[in-house]
Nanobody
Framework: VQLVEAGGGLVQPGGVPRPLCLVF????????IGWYRQAPGKQRDLVAS???????NYADSVKGRLTFSRDDAKNTMYLQMNSLKPEDTAVYYC?????????WGQGTQVTVSS
């Protein structure tokens, strides 16, 4: 199983990038999927978490601006970003967990700067 992110980069404040995460391999009994982020010098924090078959939870700092979605036919999850701020600068990681373990992508850098 492998998770591969893409779609980060340098964006201006207010930009609207949409990083994506491709999931390769067959995974059973998924519990949660979503995104975390880690800013320089800080811990890795939850951004959005989708409980399989349930609801999506968002960190308060991103509610109304970042939106999780997925396309099961393409084995892909997305993080639509709107109204970005410099404090959203971080490495964004997708993740997936099931009854056996957690899986992480390698991360994609999103830098918000004018």
């Amino acid at each position: 199983v492998q998770l591969v992110e893409a779609g980060g980069g340098l964006v201006q404040p207010g930009g609207v990038p949409r990083p994506l995460c491709l999931v390769f391999g067959r995974i059973v009994s998924i519990n949660n999927i979503g995104w975390y982020r880690q800013a320089p010098g800080k811990q890795r924090d939850l951004v959005a978490s989708y409980a399989w078959g349930g609801a999506t939870n968002y960190a308060d700092s991103v509610k109304g601006r970042l939106t999780f979605s997925r396309d099961d036919a393409k084995n892909t999850m997305y993080l639509q970003m709107n109204s970005l701020k410099p404090e959203d600068t971080a490495v964004y990681y997708c993740y997936l967990d099931n009854v056996l373990r957690n899986y992480w992508g390698q991360g994609t850098q999103v830098t918000v700067s004018s």
